[in-house]
């Protein structure tokens, strides 16, 4: 990514002496592989079923739109912008716009029990897997 | 910050970030904003010290990986170029969907005047 800081920008970016910084201190604690950071789009199976977790900081929850129709999963969410003056722009580093991701559900994940839920700009959605099919047990009635 | 700052009895991996940023600047104020998802409010440090302006959020992720919690630490420093221009004690934040924003207005001084020009 590039960033543009012209000069007569009131705040100059530290982020690099920042990683300089870090860089020395991984080194000299003998930490070799930078931690990584947490991905900003999983999906995470477990025993009962999947979870999806989805940052999506700045957008409203009522504008995120879940939808299953063939068993495909579809998350669709909008990031707007501001309506601001153009010139006033110092820096820009995020993106805006439409956000959407399909995911095809396995057939033992029960596709009309899916929830989700918005918390400080992260979306989590779980979908369970299916109840296990009892067996029936049917009753013999003696005549 | 030390490591030992974020240690806490419960075992901790900490996933650092740098958060994307938007400046926007008008003649009130400058305004920054940096999406810091999942972080809830008071887990956010914001200072201006020595013309150096910091923010720090900290977003929790529960308990994984067998007990141990992993957290995020959102964290970046951008130096004012000309501290004097605002007043500090007078900067204002607020946290909603997952963004920080910051409000820092510029001292009375450093604003443009706006001079009605009369005309006789």
Same mark, same amino acid.
């Given at each position: ?7 007569r920008d ?17 080194n ?9 950071a947490?991905?900003?789009f999983s ?6 079923g999947?979870?999806?977790r ?7 929850? &009522? ?6 129709? &063939? ?6 969410a909008?990031? %707007? ?6 010139h %006033? ?10 956000? @959407? ?6 057939d033992e994940?029960?596709a009309?029990?899916? @929830?989700?839920?918005?918390? &400080? %700009?992260?979306?989590s959605?779980?979908?369970? /897997?299916?109840a296990?099919i /009892? ?7 003696v005549? | 910050m030390?490591?030992?700052d *974020? ?5 901790e991996r900490?996933?650092? #970030?740098?958060?994307?940023?938007? *400046? ?11 999406d ?6 008071g887990n956010v440090d914001? +200072? *201006? ?7 720090? +959020? ?12 992993t957290?995020?630490e959102f964290?970046? #420093? ?5 501290p ?5 004690d007078q900067?204002? +934040? ?11 207005p ?8 706006? *001079?009605?020009v009369?005309?006789?």
């Open positions: 990514m590039h960033v543009h800081v012209r000069d009131p705040l100059v970016d530290v982020r690099t002496f920042d990683r300089d910084v870090d860089r020395i201190v991984r000299a604690l003998g930490v070799d592989a930078p931690a990584p947490a991905p900003p999906v995470t199976p477990d025993a009962d999947v979870t999806v989805a940052e999506l900081p700045g957008v409203d929850p &009522n504008a995120i739109r879940i939808a299953v129709e &063939n068993r495909v999963l579809t998350l669709t909008a990031r %707007g912008t501001e309506p601001r003056e153009p %006033g722009y110092r820096l820009r580093e995020r993106t805006y716009g439409t956000f @959407s991701h399909a995911l095809r559900l396995s994940l029960d009309d029990a899916v @929830s989700a839920a918005c918390r &400080n %700009g992260v979306l959605v779980r979908i369970p /897997k299916r296990a /009892k067996p029936r047990q049917i009753e013999v009635k005549a | 030390t490591n030992q *974020i240690q806490t009895s419960a075992p900490v996933f650092r #970030r740098t958060p994307e940023v938007e *400046i926007y600047e008008d003649e009130q104020a400058l305004f920054v904003s940096a810091v998802p999942g972080v809830a409010p914001v +200072a *201006i010290e020595g013309g150096v302006l910091t923010l720090h +959020a900290r977003a929790e992720h529960g308990e994984r990986n067998g007990g141990t919690r957290v995020t964290a970046r #420093r951008f130096a004012l170029r000309d004097e221009r605002y007043d500090a900067v204002s +934040a607020t946290l909603r969907h997952g963004v920080l924003e910051l409000r820092l510029k001292a009375a001084r450093a604003r443009r005047r706006q *001079i009605p009369t005309v006789n």
